[in-house]
């Protein structure tokens, strides 16, 4: 019989993200969740950490209203890219 686990995130939050641009911030949401905002406080999405074999992803989610669930832009290595795909999505 063959059984996968599954990676785990560990029960700490991780530290906030730092991002190159200053044109949007991010706001703690969760221990491994964060609210992108723009300068003018509107929230993009949200950027989420998820631990995978190779390591750390971040993913770009939005939040879909009507369902209450988060729905998957991409996942990238950086939080940077992750981000500027909420920045040009609308």
């Known amino acids: 019989m063959h059984t996968t686990a599954a990676t785990a995130l560990p029960d700490i939050p991780y530290a906030t993200p ?6 949007e911030r991010l706001v703690r949401a969760g221990d491994h969740l964060w609210r992108v905002q723009d300068r003018a ?5 949200h950027l ?5 074999p190779l390591g750390l992803r971040y993913r770009a989610e939005r939040l879909h209203l ?3 669930s988060f729905r998957l832009i991409g996942a990238f290595w950086t939080a940077d890219e ?3 795909t909420l920045r040009y999505l609308r």
């Not at 730092?18 to 044109?23: A, E, I, K, W």
């Not at 406080?41 to 999405?45: A, E, F, K, T």
Request: aromatic residues 0%.
């Open 18 to 23: 730092d991002l190159s641009s200053d044109r």
């Open 41 to 45: 406080g509107r929230i993009l999405g």
């Open 48 to 52: 989420r950490i998820a631990a995978e």
């Open 66 to 68: 009507a369902t209450g």
């Open 82 to 84: 992750a981000v500027q």
